[in-house]
């Protein structure tokens, strides 16, 4: 079973919902990254995803994309990412998820990529602008060495959803609005009724809602009717704002913890 599974299979005997988190690799630069995932990781997150930094990013907002510009100034790119994760896997056995564009997986190569990332540690990947159909190579390369983790959004047809559902593995991300990431005041006043729809179809698999979620009111909402909340931007502002200093994983930490203790309630 992998740590993925391990840890919503647990959660779920607790009677708990995951709280994943996400942080851009390389922002502040690539030496701070695995100091910030362990402050996550204390702090209460279940899984964290690292953000791999691309030029196009065209599901993020503004909060990310300059996040991606910084971390791509300093230098990091995939490979030094994925090799990044083994000095991670010496701190924590957290879930580690790298969330990518497919031009980096492309220019990497399918094979070298999953082979190096999965002799570093990693469990999962995201690929936002990777459709089902062209989906399948790197599907059946991955197998079951590494978690290929689908998306959903409000537009996703049942039907489709179903087919998306039977491929996916590791947990559905569902992407809570329609556009792209970011914090928001509000979500959509239907999204209860949508995450109960999708978490139905989804059965087994389990649900995680995110974009746009950054409160602990929010997480509260969201977090009962899926199996897991993503927070993203929220936690990107905090490095963007103090760093990795001592005073910034302090406020990350906190922010995470007022999370979990929403999840939690």
């Known amino acids: ?12 005997i607790e009677g708990r919902k995951a709280l994943i988190t996400f942080i851009t690799a390389g922002d502040p630069d690539l030496d701070a990254t695995p100091d910030l995932v362990e402050t996550l990781a204390e702090s209460g ?3 964290v995803e690292l953000g791999v930094p691309f030029s196009d990013p065209l599901a993020d907002g503004p909060t990310i994309q300059a996040a991606s510009l910084r971390a791509l100034a300093q230098g990091a790119t995939l ?16 879930p580690l998820v790298l969330m990518t564009y497919y031009n980096p997986v492309y220019r990497y190569g399918l094979e070298n990529l ?60 569902y992407v809570t609005v329609t556009g792209i990431t970011g914090t928001r005041t509000s979500l959509p006043e239907e999204l209860s009724q949508s995450l109960d729809r999708v978490k139905k179809i989804a059965g087994d698999l389990p649900l995680a809602a995110g974009f746009g979620i950054s409160t602990p009111e929010q997480a509260r909402t ?6 897991a909340i993503i927070v993203g931007s929220a936690l990107v502002e905090i490095v963007a704002q103090h760093g990795a ?9 906190d922010k995470v913890k007022a999370l979990r203790q929403a999840l939690d309630d």
């Open 1 to 12: 079973m992998s740590r993925l599974d391990e840890t919503f299979a647990q959660l779920k």
């Open 45 to 47: 997150a279940d899984i």
């Open 79 to 94: 490979k030094k990412i994925i090799a990044m994760v083994k000095e991670i896997r010496q701190r924590t056995e957290i």
């Open 114 to 173: 999953i082979a190096d990332a999965v002799a570093a540690g990693v469990d999962g990947l995201i690929v936002p602008d990777l459709p089902l159909e062209e989906s399948e190579e790197l599907r059946r390369l991955a197998a079951e060495k590494l978690a290929v983790i689908p998306l959903a959004a409000p537009t996703t047809p049942d039907a489709r959803l179903t087919k998306i559902v039977a491929a996916g593995r590791g947990f559905l991300y």
């Open 222 to 227: 969201v977090g009962a009717h899926a199996d």
């Open 245 to 253: 200093s001592a005073a910034g994983r302090q406020k990350l930490s």
